[in-house]
């Protein structure tokens, strides 16, 4: 009888932990948004990528050749489709627009908290409430940039792939998966390559399991059906150019130039590139691929140069305070390395605690080093890591639920000794 009661009084503290986090929840949404909403109405940002996207949803809407400062790929069409269905519902306007994307941001918070949630539930409700307030995430909701949409999309897609990791006999999810991430790669082709370490990693983690021929089977599912929702833009561009049939934008080679010719920084510098005649005259896909072979002969004879540039960016785009010119002013850079600061180390240490749990570690890793590893290969800057930016709440909220595992476990011996559950309370054993 007495178990019975103490197994009832468990349950009831369960369901009111339960009910007290989705509150927590509750508020950590709609506080984010209320960030979002109010720097986005108070202080709305118009970029010059702004301008291109702007452009093409006006295209679109007026039913006109999807083209911008005369060029027919220069960007994926994710974006402007998506600013060009808001302006169907009543006009393109930038409040409108930011208000969405606040939302988004708010909804990518959810999310977050639950790719953590297996961990345990404070290294949840820390990496949503991180999510919720980080300044650079909030900053991009209130800018007419491709970061907030894709960071959703992909971030969504990887909590899907989470849970196949545990069932891949899920065909709903697998479906899910391909869809929301090749929707991210027509936002932001950058990731398209993400797909091949990310299945894999699935695949190895059933390597010794009796579901490894789900997993693959799933696997090469999701790849096929994310190449067949590509197909109408690779499709698009081939008629419009015919070559380079997996071509995704035409400005992958002058990027790719720019990060790494004998002008390079790690920063921007396209506008200090001398075009040649001879490469103006071409057409926009045979610039994009004389471009790209040039950048590749600069690779292949200076390697060390690129070498000490791949540095310099990867310090760039983990750097805690801002380069952009008109955004680092002094006090601001100051209130972001207070910030990102303790966020790297406590992330530093939930990589080191999470290493007991190296199945869904790799798939909040690998994105993290695919990004890093991206722009230490094209330009480095922070706008680049916003969309990894949730996982790397999810490690600092890991490193902190593990610092107050260690301190449990430091308890005086005349201290109650923890019970079963108490002792996985860190998510990691």
Known sequence: METIKRLLRSTELRSEQVRTGRWVLIAIFLGAFALRAVLGLL????????????????????????????????RMPGYPVMLAGIGLMGGLKIHVVLL?????GAAVALITFAIARPFGMIAALLAALLTALDPLCIGFSAAILTEIPFMLLFIAALWLLMQLQNNPASLGRWIGFAVLFALGVYVRAEVSLCIF????????????????????????????????????WWVRNNRLFHQDFFRFTTLQGISLYESVYSGATGGPRQSDIIRPASIQKLNESERDLAWTHRAFADILHHPMRILRLAFVKIVRTWSPWLHAKGYSHRWINALLCLWYIPIFM??????WAVRRRPGPAGLILIPILYFTAMH??????????VPVMPLVFVLAGLGVQHWIALGRRKDPPENKPATANESKSDGLA
Do not use: E, N
Request: aromatic share 6%; hydrophobic share 55%; with cysteine.
């Open 197 to 232: 370490p990310l299945l894999g990693w699935v695949i190895l983690q059933h390597r010794k399991s009796p579901q490894i021929g789900r997993a693959a089977a799933g696997a090469t599912c999701a790849l096929g059906l994310i190449m067949l929702i590509m197909l109408p």
């Open 346 to 351: 406590l992330a530093a240490a939930g990589a």
């Open 43 to 74: 202080h709305p940002m118009i970029l010059p990528d702004s301008v291109d996207y702007l452009a093409l949803a006006h295209r679109i809407l007026d039913g006109m050749s999807y083209r911008v400062t005369g060029m027919y790929a220069k």
């Open 100 to 104: 969405i994307q606040a939302v988004m």
């Open 376 to 385: 230490a290969i094209f330009l480095g800057s922070v706008r680049y890591r």
